[in-house]
């Protein structure tokens, strides 16, 4: 079966530090892959997806990159993170049909 | 381009009672329709999708959703709320084809909360 692992669960992270976050699916080969965000009281964002290895769609323009360096691994990334990044990121897979998103257990990140 | 709109922020009903949380969208593609619960601090689990055929959806726990293409609507019901309803719902649509496939565009959530 296929399962979607992201970690770490939380994070606290003080202004100007870097990010790294990952994401790793297992059970299917060459999956679409998103990483989307959820702010405090508000819906979720799609942020970055990628369709295969070292391809990267960026849907906003931010202070947040993305990389996918093998197959099933999709990382969200900052070099210096500001108070406006804290919220609850969740990456996502989708089958080949286009639809069906399974998401991940997410990652809370508070920025101090 | 897509849009997803969610009646109502909060959603407050008594355990037993009906349990109906709306939801209105545009898409210039055909669209397929999704309901995802947030329980607090976790990821999205979907309850039911809407790709083709059939316009009335039944997913997990009960709740069903109708596909109305002349409202462009895809309300989520459930005839009898429990306790473990409670939580945040989400209403999200993604095109079936072009710029918009495989990419979910959210409502802003419902958040459901249940009386005893």
């Known amino acids: 079966?296929?399962?979607?692992?992201?970690?770490?669960?939380?994070?606290?992270?003080?202004?100007?530090?870097?990010?790294?976050?990952?994401?790793?699916?297992?059970?299917?080969?060459?999956?679409?892959?998103?990483?989307?965000?959820?702010?405090?009281?508000?819906?979720?964002?799609?942020?970055?997806?990628?369709?295969?290895?070292?391809?990267?769609?960026?849907?906003?323009?931010?202070?947040?990159?993305?990389?996918?360096?093998?197959?099933?691994?999709?990382?969200?990334?900052?070099?210096?993170?500001?108070?406006?990044?804290?919220?609850?990121?969740?990456?996502?897979?989708?089958g080949d049909r286009g639809y069906g998103y399974t998401f991940g257990s997410g990652t809370r990140l508070t920025v101090v | 381009a897509q849009s997803v709109t969610q009646l109502g922020s909060h959603v407050s009903v008594s355990e037993g009672a009906l349990v109906l949380l709306r939801c209105n969208y545009s898409s210039s593609v055909p669209p397929y329709l999704f309901w995802y619960v947030q329980y607090p601090n976790q990821g999205l689990q979907l309850l039911l999708k809407y790709t083709t055929g059939a316009t009335l959806v039944k997913g997990i726990n009960g709740f069903e959703a109708e596909f109305k293409k002349s409202e462009t609507s895809f309300h989520l019901t459930k005839p009898s709320a429990h306790m473990s309803d409670a939580a945040e719902y989400f209403c999200a649509v993604s095109g079936k084809s072009g710029t918009s496939y495989g990419k979910l565009t959210f409502g802003q959530g419902t958040i459901l909360t249940v009386h005893p």
């Open chain 1, 1 to 94: 079966s296929q399962t979607i692992h992201q970690w770490p669960a939380t994070l606290v992270q003080p202004v100007g530090s870097p990010l790294s976050l990952e994401c790793t699916v297992e059970g299917t080969s060459n999956p679409n892959l998103y990483w989307y965000r959820q702010a405090a009281g508000r819906g979720l964002q799609l942020l970055f997806y990628s369709v295969g290895i070292g391809q990267i769609s960026s849907e906003v323009p931010q202070n947040l990159s993305a990389s996918r360096p093998q197959d099933r691994q999709f990382i969200l990334s900052s070099k210096k993170l500001l108070l406006s990044d804290s919220g609850f990121y969740l990456c996502a897979w989708i």
